[in-house]
Structures are given as structure tokens and as C-alpha cells.
């Protein structure tokens, strides 16, 4: 039926519906203007940000300065971009931290065994994609909720890293490893690189793909989905590796900024992550969200850290700042549904 | 006050030069990109039941929601008792003596029938600390009031569908409301229990409350209504005397002309055979079902709530596993066990609730109407969103879908234009055999005839279709057959000419097994 479709399929006027549809349209529209507002309220919360600690910091506003954010987002970025798959389709994913740690340690492991690096770091994603699969599989086939099975692995992985490694941080990359994945390229650190790389693909796959389309789908309404032919459970394993593969891109590139992998590395970033993506208006019910409001929560978040030090703000406030600012950004989003 | 039933009920409003308990005035509300409510006028007399009827969309529920404060007019007056009021939340609402009684029910399930009653104004005896003697009183109390008769202690949740809005209507009456509003109380009530609501509503009015009543059920509005106040479009049409007017002028008036033809029933030449089924069996729910569909049939599936029918479609689709029985499509056989087997095999099912089951209701109207068929414009993996949209735009013109645009959230849409897109998401499949399940399940009368339309066209262009439905002259209307089941089988299957009202009740309910 695929060619007759597309064979049958007139050129159509772009709009061919009746006047007082047409007025329906251009008031929701103008109703746009409010939404849009609202929805990308979080642009407008992060350029007040940014101007404030512009006028409170001679510092802030430098190149290098701005680049030293876009550096501390991009680890985050590269892991809530992960999630914000996961929780497109109304699931979560707290293992991602631990995912992460397991892959860096895996990498650098390979890399002390004269592995070529390019093939440690195939070898690390490997580990991400399959502890996303395991996630995935675990989700459908034992039909355990997904925060439950997560929460598990978690620490599974967790135990995995710190036995697999003996408890002992790994050093000594090739040199080569460290340039490529944390030098710079130009001016810009390669882990923005990275980042802005995983963003684009993560946008293309959202928009333009059916793993992107059920995700959203899925979110919305699993049962519709389902009844409408969708193969869910393979989708839903499909984006569970997604999440595991962006993780084991922040382990390695992690490891290569650290020049270290350590076994308690990057834990507790699972909730950063979750925090930039619900920041993002990535609805935690599915159905909604997206690449752009994911990487400004991530940016509003290391934007936060990065001012706070430099006004010298002391560390514990510097805590306290970012979760009243998580609160804060939830209940705009709360606000506009 | 007393109504006396001979009297013609519309000098109400006026009785004994009072203001009326409740008086609408040029009302209007929109929403981004619906207009809802448009100058809408009503008067409701105290000890008077008033319905409202229109279609869905026709802004019934607006203007409830505006009445009971959910929702803010944008222009236009409301007065209680002849004082001019603003309702800015529900709560606001039953301080002023408006209680509503809601069509989805708001009770909680674990806790017993007097504290759902007393929730959230429990009778206190300190700070804090509730009189639980007194609550259990005043609650046995208001339900003997009502006639009611329940046990205030026996949890919600243990109740059956009417018992629970029974509770829901003692819980809208604890405050001895001066307007009371009733959002379809019988749709899921039988002909006794609304008897037995009918009951308490006509004690209700004769104590000098107002009523407003909104309903599908225009048949019934005759026993209960004083008057008919009819929406149409946002807009206000008429109010009428309920005992003067008749079930076709208030379609007329609701749908703005005139039905010629409840069922557009056509008969056409049948085909080949579409599909066969063998001894479909599922272990405690279908027993040995066995039935043919030939291309352009419509065939009707009659049966009573739990005697299988969605459980068949279900079964056949692969959304349900199935322990045996073998399924022809065209005289090849299939093997379905998953809901994609079945659409590969040409097998489309339109599921019996729309909202849970048919859309995603977050998503567009084009995203839902190529969610079935998303592979066909998404070569290699990757959608191409105008091969898309040209395939949503051309089922929303055949189906005169109205939407303001194919981006439009489905949520957003009325009941039928839902329903089509849903539809269109089976049409754009290409199906040998449709399975409607309920599809014309709370849309109104205008959308109903419609999908009866697309129904006829889709048989007429080789389609088997298998109708279920629990409206019976719906089955008897459309269907070139009717299957009827009882239990869990097929007990008759009854040529067009030989299906009448009374032997399908008498199959449904197991009564004619050996006639």
C-alpha cells in the first residue's frame, strides 16, 4: 500500500478549511504568543541569569569564562539528553550515573590493556547499550515499573564498577585519547563538541525518526499505541540503549577530562540530569518535551554553579541556590499547563 | 411550591413574580481556538428541573464549568436569586448554594460511603479533630432523606456503578444546595436505577430546589424536565415546554436541520468472503466463537456488558492472547498475536474508548491519524513530514474532519471529530475487515450519522465491517446480519429481515437458547 499511497496522494492547498476555522486558527495563534512565552520561559529565565551575574561579575561575560560554563554543562547535557528520551515515553532512568562510571572504567581498563583507544571507546559504549537494554528488557518483559528496576541497577552497575576496578581509580590514557576526546578543538573544549554533537542527533531522532515519533506516542498514550500496531516494547528497549549510550558518552569523556577513571565517579548525576531535562519542560507523564528546553536546563544549571563561584558563594549555599532554582523552574512549567 | 402535573410548566420561571433561582445572561467564553459560549441566555425557576441538550461541543459543559466557577466568562452576567454574582472557583460555587453532581465520578474509592459524602467538611468537635458520631448521623440521616438506601459505612469502593452516583448525589445534596447540576447522571445507570434517581430529583423539586439537568438522552427528558433549553454551536437556540416538544424537533434544533434518515443504511452487494473465524476460544472468556464476514458486510455483534464482545474483537486483533481458534483473512490464514500481525494481515480495530484507547490525545491530528500506517511515510526510518501531512490532510477532507489544522492536539478536539481521526487512522491502513467497537459511544446525534456514512462507504468499497454496539437500533439499523452472544459464544446469527428488537433481548439474555 506504500507506493499506491504515495501515488493516490494529490497536492493539496495548504490549508483547505472553512472561514471560522481559519479565525479558530489565527486566535490560536495570537494565543501562541502567550504560549510561547510561557513555554520558552526558560530562555527568558536563563538570559536573566546571565545579565544579572553580567552586572554582578566583571567575569562572567569573557569568552573564557562563557566557554568554562558551556564545559561544565556538557557532561550533564549528554546525560539528561539521554533521559530526556527515557522520559519522553513517561519512564525514568536512575541508573545513568552509575552507567556512566561503568563505561569510563571499562574504557580505561581496555586502554591500560594496549587496546587501541578508538576501540576503547567502542568497547565502553558497548557497555552503555547493553546496560540500557538490560534496563529496557527488565521494564518490559518483567513488567516492573521503570523507577523500580532503575533504582536496582543503579546499583547493580554501581557494584559492577567498584568490583570490576577493585575499588581503584585507573590512570594514564594515551595521549592521543585525552586531546581528542577533551582537548579543544579551536577554541571550544571537545566535550562541547561532543555535547552539541549528541544534541543534534538527539534532535534529528526526535523529529524526524519513528523511534523519535513512538517515544512521544508511547508517552502519550502506551495502550493507543499499542492497539495501533506499534511494536512498544521493542521501541521502548530501543530508547532505554539510547539512554545507556549517551551515558557511556559522558563516562569517557568524563574519564578523558579527569584523566582518570574513577569507580565513584559521576554519581549522583542522575539527578542533575533529571533535573536539567524536567527543568526543559520535559513532562515527567510523557508525551511532551525536547532537545532545546533539556540543554537550557543544563546551561541554567552549570550557569547557577559557575556564578555562585564566582561571587564566592560558599558551597552549601551554592546547593541550596540550585534546588530552590529546580523548584522554581517546575512550578513555572506547572503554571502553564 | 408544588408542580401540578396537568399545568404546562413553562410559566414557571415567573412564578409568583420571584426571580428565578438562577438567570444566565448573554454569556460568552473562547478557548485558543474554539469558541465556546456565545451570548447564551438561561432561567432556571426555583423548584423547576431544567435540561440542557446539544451536541458534544455545543458548550454544555462550558457553561457548567463557568456555573460551578472552573472557569471565567468572558462577557455576560450570572444572578442567583436575582443578585448579580461572580463564581471565581468551585468552592466559591457552593458557598453560594451550587453543587454540581459530575460525570466521572470523584469519589475515593477507599474510604466509606459517609465520609466520601462529608469530605472535606466534616462536622469538627475541636480543632482539628472530627465528630465521627456526628458525621455517621448526618449522614444516615441525608440518605434516608433522599430514599437512598445504603449502609454510610460499606466502602466506595464495594459499590456499583449507580450506588457510587447515588453517593455522588448525596454528596452534591449535604448542603441543602439552592441549584443543583447534573452532568449526564444516567449514562450508566439501567432503567430502574434512573427510575429510582428520577424519584429523588422530582422529591428535590418539590422542595423548591432548581435543577439544571444536561443529557444525551433525550427520551428520558420528558419524564423528568419541566423545560428544554437547547445549545447549538456555542449558542443559544430555544427553551421549550419538555412535555410539548418532541425527540425529532429537539434534533432538529440541536443539529441545526433535519435528520431524514437516523440510519443510512445501503444495501449493497456482498463479496467474498473477508474474514472467517474458528472456534476462537479464550480460556473463561470466549468459548469456541465462530463467525464470516464477507466483503461489504456489515456485520452487527449484539450481546449484554460482559458477554464477550469486546473480548472477541480484542482476541481477533491480538491485543488479547487467545488459547485457540484459527482466523482467515480472505481464505489465507493468519496468525495474530500481536496487534501489528493483525494490521499486516488487513485486520483494523477502532477500540471502544476513544480516550484511552484510540488516540494519543497529547499528540496532533496528523501524528495520530499515520500512527498506524507511520512506516508508509517514513522510508529507511526517517519521517518525512510532508508525505505526512499530505496523507493527514487528505482524511481530514474526506472525513470533514474539523480541526483548525492537522498540528491541532486531538485533546482539544470534540468527540466525533476524535472518533473520525481515529477513523482515518484505520482508513489510511487500507483494512480488509473494520472492527468498530462502540464507535459511536458518546458522540453526538449529527457525528453518529456521520460515522454511519463512512461506515456505508467503507462497504460499499469492499470492506467487511463487524459492528458492536449495546445501542441495539444501531445494530438492527446498520447491519446486513447480527451475531448475538451470551457468556462468552455465539448463540444466534440472525439474516437482516429476521433481527428484531425482541429476539436479540431474548438471544442476549440467554432466554431463547433452545428456540
Known sequence: MLDRERAQMPVMPPEATTPRLEQAANRRRRGDVAQFLLRYGIVLALLALQIALAFLSPVFLTVDNQLQVLLQASINAIIALGLTFVIITAGIDLSVGSTAALAGMVGAKAMGAEVPWGVAILLALGVGLAVGAANGLLITRLRITPFIVTLGTLSVVRGLTLIYSEGRPVFGFPKAFNERVAGDLGPVPMPVVIAGGVALAS?????YTRLGEYAYAIGGNEEATRLSGVAVDRTKVGIYMVCGLFAAIAGVVLSA?????EPNAASGYELDAIAATVMGGTSLFGGEGGVVGTIIGALIIATLRNGL???NVQAYYQQLAIGLVIILAVALD???? | MGTDPGEPTARAATTNGRPPALRVRGVSKAFPGVRALRDVGLEVAAGEVHALVGENGAGKSTLMKILFGVHQPDAGTIELGGRTVTIPSPQAAQRLGISMVHQELSLVPALDVARNVFLGREPARGPGLVDWPRLYRDARALLDRLGIRLDPRIPVRRLSTAQKQMVEIARALA?????VILDEPTSSLTPAEIDELFRILRGLRDDGVAILYISHRLEELGQIADRVTVLRDGGYVATLDARRTTIPELIRLMVGRSLEQQFPKEVVPLGDEALRVIGLTRRGVLRDVSFAIRASEIVGMAGL???????????????DPHDAGEVYVRGRRVTVRSPSDAIRAGIGLLPEDRKTQGLVLPL????NISLATLPAVSPGGVVRHRLRAALARRFVRDLRIRTPNIAFRTRNLS???QQKVVLAKWLASDPRVLIFDEPTRGIDVGAKVEVYHLMTDLARRGVGILLISSELPEVLGMSDRVLVMHEGRIVADLPRTEATQERVIAHASGEAVHA
Do not use: C, D, K
Not at chain 1, 577530562?257 to 577513571?261: H, Q, V
Not at chain 2, 448542603?175 to 441549584?179: E, F, G, H
Not at chain 2, 456488558?305 to 491485543?319: C, I, P, Q, Y
Not at chain 2, 496532533?364 to 501524528?367: I, K, N, P, R, Y
Open chain 1, 203 to 207: 534532535w534529528f531522532v526526535l523529529r
Open chain 2, 364 to 367: 496532533s491530528v496528523a501524528t
Open chain 1, 257 to 261: 577530562r579527569l584523566r582518570a577513571a
Open chain 1, 309 to 311: 563561584n564566582l561571587l
Open chain 2, 175 to 179: 448542603w441543602r444546595p439552592s441549584l
Open chain 2, 415 to 417: 468527540g466525533g471529530n
Open chain 2, 305 to 319: 456488558v460482559g458477554a464477550g464482545r469486546s473480548e472477541t474483537a480484542r482476541a481477533l486483533f491480538g491485543a
Open chain 1, 334 to 337: 506547572r503554571f502553564r499547563q
